[in-house]
T-cell receptor, first 117, second 115 residues
Framework: KAGVTQTPRYLIKTRGQQVTLSCSPI?????VSWYQQTPGQGLQFLFEYFSETQRNKGNFPGRFSGRQFSNSRSEMNVSTLELGDSALYLC????????????????FGPGTRLTVT | AQSVTQPDIHITVSEGASLELRCNYS??????LFWYVQSPGQGLQLLLKYFSGDTLVQGIKGFEAEFKRSQSSFNLRKPSVHWSDAAEYFCAVGALLRGAQKLVFGQGTRLTINP
């Protein structure tokens, strides 16, 4: 089975621009979660999508948004980029939908390294 | 609220020495527990998981972890570390929040290996 893929792997953007990151989950996984990782703040949860609906959201401003398509692929958008948005953005997929432990088991992609100048 | 604490931010051990990384969690129900490893600039890789049953679980790369309910702990161990084990390690607990599954992560422990 192919793992979680994220594109692009690296991005350099200028303050004020917007960016869209893409994530393709493992086949059969219906839940996609996004995380921001920085040296200062560590791993922070952005949001989670399941069956095209946002189920969970972290404490990030409205500039951060996402969506999920019917094939479970997900995109994350950041508008009006700030220097502080420079980070590794990680996507993780899981089965979701059930209350067993397996549904919590997340598999991560390699991440997208975003640099804002 | 659910939380995970990894008391050690940074640990240094010599190659060949044993390793124990600590993890304490706070969760009202029976926890689903995970350990992940992250090499620099990479995503997180699942090392092992605990759902129920035997409290000593085996994972990949020679790691094991023991669930101790009385201590709310899930410590990661390896009998003999290799230089390639240098990485950051994250403990996580699965929590049901507003009807949705979520992983709550600890702050991570950075492992350095001395040759």
């Amino acid at each position: 089975k192919a793992g979680v893929t994220q594109t692009p792997r690296y991005l350099i953007k200028t303050r004020g621009q917007q960016v869209t990151l893409s994530c393709s989950p493992i086949s059969g996984h219906r839940s996609v979660s996004w995380y921001q990782q920085t040296p200062g703040q560590g791993l922070q949860f952005l949001f989670e999508y399941f069956s095209e609906t946002q189920r969970n959201k972290g404490n990030f401003p409205g500039r951060f948004s996402g969506r999920q398509f019917s094939n479970s692929r997900s995109e994350m958008n950041v508008s009006t980029l700030e220097l502080g948005d420079s980070a590794l953005y990680l996507c993780a997929s899981s089965l979701g939908g059930l209350t067993s432990g397996t549904s919590y088991e997340q598999y991560f992609g390699p991440g997208t390294r975003l640099t804002v100048t | 609220a659910q939380s995970v604490t990894q008391p050690d931010i940074h640990i240094t051990v010599s190659e060949g020495a044993s390793l124990e990384l600590r993890c304490n969690y706070s969760y009202g129900a029976t926890p689903y527990l995970f350990w992940y490893v992250q090499s620099p600039g990479q995503g997180l890789q699942l090392l092992l998981k605990y759902f129920s049953g035997d409290t000593l679980v085996q994972g990949i790369k020679g790691f094991e972890a023991e669930f101790k309910r009385s201590q709310s702990s899930f410590n990661l161990r390896k009998p003999s570390v290799h230089w390639s084990d240098a990485a950051e390690y994250f403990c996580a607990v699965g929590a049901l929040l507003r009807g949705a599954q979520k992983l709550v992560f600890g702050q991570g422990t950075r492992l350095t290996i001395n040759p």
